[in-house]
C-alpha cells in the first residue's frame, strides 16, 4: 500500500518526503475524543487525513466559542505556534467525527520548517486560513442577527436531496456562539411560521426560499 503524504509535500524534494514516511505516528479517534485542554503542553503537530476536529474556547454559562475546523489534509495552526513557541495550547480541541491522522513530532516539525519551504508554506497558508476563520467567527457572532446566522447555518449544512439537517439544539448553538435556549426559541419561530419543522436531531426545512430571504436580511 501506497504510504500518505500531504497535497503540499507532493512535490518537495525526495528527503521531506523520506523524512515525512519515516518519522510520522499514525493516530485514530473516536467521536467525541478530547485531543488537546487549554494549558495542556504540545508534543506534536497533526494533519488530519479524513474527520472533522472541532478547535473551540468556553465561554461564561456553558457556552463555547467555535474557533474553527480542522479536516481533511489541515492541522490546527494554534498547535504549531504552540510547538514553534514552546507555549501551552490555549484552547480545546474536540473530534467531532472519527478522525485519522499523522502525527509528528515537536523536534522534528521545527527542523523540517527550518529546512524545507514546503513545510513554511503550510504553515503560513494554514495560518492565513485560520486567521480568516476567527475573523469571520467574530464578525458574525458580534455584527449578525442570530436568525441571520441560523438561516444560513442551516443553508450550509442542509441535504439538498432531502432539505434536512442532522444536528441537535445544542450542536447548533455551539457551532453559533449562542445559549441553546435561545437557538430553541428561534427554531420554535421558525417552526411556527412554516419555514421548518423539527424532529429529534434533525431539522426538515419546508420553506427554502423563505430561509434564503432571512440568511440574505441585513
Known amino acids: 500500500m501506497e504510504p500518505w503524504f500531504p497535497t503540499f509535500l507532493e512535490h518537495a524534494p525526495d528527503k521531506a518526503r523520506e523524512l515525512f514516511r519515516n518519522n510520522t505516528i499514525p493516530m485514530r479517534w473516536q467521536a467525541g475524543d478530547i485531543l488537546a485542554y487549554e494549558g ?3 508534543t506534536h503537530f497533526f494533519i488530519v487525513i479524513n474527520g472533522n476536529i472541532r478547535v473551540y474556547k468556553p465561554g461564561d454559562r456553558s457556552r463555547e466559542i467555535t474557533l474553527y475546523h480542522v479536516r481533511e489534509e489541515q492541522s490546527c495552526i494554534l498547535t504549531g505556534f504552540c510547538l514553534l513557541s514552546h507555549n501551552s495550547f490555549p484552547a480545546f480541541a474536540v473530534a467531532e467525527t472519527d478522525v485519522e491522522a499523522v502525527l509528528i513530532p515537536a523536534d522534528l516539525l521545527r527542523e523540517w520548517v527550518g529546512r524545507f519551504s514546503a513545510w513554511q508554506n503550510f504553515l503560513f497558508d494554514t495560518m492565513s486560513m485560520r486567521l480568516s476563520d476567527i475573523l469571520s467567527t467574530l464578525e458574525k457572532t458580534l455584527f449578525q442577527r442570530l436568525d441571520v446566522r441560523i438561516a444560513n447555518m442551516l443553508l450550509e449544512l442542509m441535504d439538498q436531496d432531502e432539505n ?42 419546508l420553506d427554502v426560499l423563505e430561509l434564503q430571504k432571512i440568511a440574505a436580511s441585513v
Do not use: F, P, Y
Not at 456562539?177 to 419543522?197: D, F, P, Q, T, Y
Open 40 to 42: 495542556a503542553d504540545c
Open 164 to 205: 434536512t439537517v442532522l444536528i441537535t439544539h445544542a450542536e447548533l448553538a455551539r457551532e453559533l456562539n449562542s445559549s441553546r435556549v435561545a437557538i430553541s426559541r428561534l427554531l420554535e419561530k421558525l417552526s411556527a411560521g412554516g419555514v421548518l419543522s423539527q424532529q429529534r436531531g434533525k431539522i426538515l426545512i
